[in-house]
Nanobody, 115 residues
Framework: QVQLVESGGGLVQPGGSLRLSCAAPESLFSRATMGWYRQAPGKQRELVAT???????NYVDSVKGRFTISRDNAKNTVYLQMNNLKPEDTAVYYC?????????WGQGTQVTVSS
């Protein structure tokens, strides 16, 4: 079973920053497309950002200019740097690994933006 281990969530004030991390199995990571998704209460899960094995990135419009996705193949880890956080960013954030069209999900980490 593929295990993705997320960390870095928490409570932050509006305008603050957090960095999420997701560690993946070494045997899969370098060839996989990695992504971050989020799900707010009462809403559907939505894509936040993705990064391919070739480091091409994609972002949902609402986070462009504030969030940055990156990957470190030596550490088998993908990151989501979140700056200028807003209350509407509050959600459970999930890491996703896709390889050969097979998706694998992390357990999720809570991000709460509130004063």
């Amino acid at each position: 079973q593929v295990q993705l281990v997320e960390s870095g969530g928490g409570l932050v004030q509006p305008g603050g920053s957090l960095r999420l991390s997701c560690a993946a199995p070494e045997s899969l990571f370098s060839r996989a497309t990695m992504g971050w998704y989020r799900q707010a209460p009462g809403k559907q899960r939505e894509l936040v950002a993705t990064i391919t094995s070739g480091r091409a990135t994609n972002y949902v419009d609402s986070v462009k200019g504030r969030f940055t996705i990156s990957r470190d193949n030596a550490k088998n880890t993908v990151y989501l740097q979140m700056n200028n956080l807003k209350p509407e960013d509050t959600a459970v954030y999930y890491c996703k690994l896709v390889l050969n069209q097979w998706p694998y999900w992390g357990q999720g980490t809570q991000v709460t933006v509130s004063s």
